[in-house]
């Protein structure tokens, strides 16, 4: 198959054009070669769609465009037209259908999608920000959380973290080992930011040993031993004594329980103190 330049050409991101390109490339078999996907988004004059026109006609395109500008668009297909190039555009025929339709002229502003889909957005910064500074992986993510969680191995710190990001909540969890010194910054942010998720060393131990169990191993191991256990939740009450930050028993909760009891305390906690 031969190289193909798609141009993906919008006056807003150009995600939505990039998608659709994507899901049609990937219906046809590829050989030596792949279609190499171009995206110029914010087009806002009509120089923007000279130099798409110039690459265009330079290699083998297709561009594809979502352009929501009525002049800008007219412009675009009045080139295409007199260079004869192959193109798609995505919006233009289905917004001429629905004026139709409502009986009403389109707003023709580029980018409401996305102001709409704000709170979307927020979400899935949110989500990645949880993978990002997972089990404590980056110190610098402290202080830009929403959010901070404490708690030995198995107090479900990753799903709760995850669950409170679909809530749009940016949360960095933080594991609480002996051998391992917490970072200097853990002392340094609001404590009232960070939650300690505690739990029983009953259940801790039957947690432990289930998983151990699950990863083919002997549930007699150090890791879900009593006295590891202590060991571990008496250095876990040292560090939250020193932060002084809300304690959560999650002994007996489920996840959900969990992430909504925690930002029931953040949001009073924020309310107090900004009010």
Known sequence: MKN????????????????????????????????DILRYPYIETKENIDEIIALAREVDSIIIYTLVRPDIRSYMQELIEQYDLKSVDIMGPMIQVMEKTFNQKSLNEP?????????????????????KYDDGKDPKGLPKADIVLIGVSRTSKTPISQYLAHKRYKVMNVPIVPEV?????????????????????????AIRKERLKQLGLSDSARYA????????????????????????????????ETANNIIQIIEHNNSFFNG
């Open 4 to 35: 193909v330049k798609v141009i993906v050409a919008s006056d807003s991101v150009g995600e939505t054009a990039e998608l659709v390109a994507k899901a049609c490339i990937s219906q046809f078999k590829h050989s030596d070669h792949s279609s």
């Open 111 to 131: 980018g409401i999608v996305h102001q709409l889909d704000e709170d979307y957005f927020k979400k899935i910064e949110a989500m990645e920000f949880a993978v």
């Open 225 to 256: 031993t009593d006295q590891r256990i202590t060991e571990e939740l008496e250095y876990f009450n040292q560090i939250v004594e020193k932060i002084g930050c809300p304690v959560l028993d999650v002994s007996n909760k489920a996840i959900e």
């Open 181 to 205: 010194t917490p970072p200097d910054a853990l002392f340094e942010i609001d404590p009232q930011k960070c939650i300690a998720l505690k739990i029983s060393a009953e259940k801790l131990n």
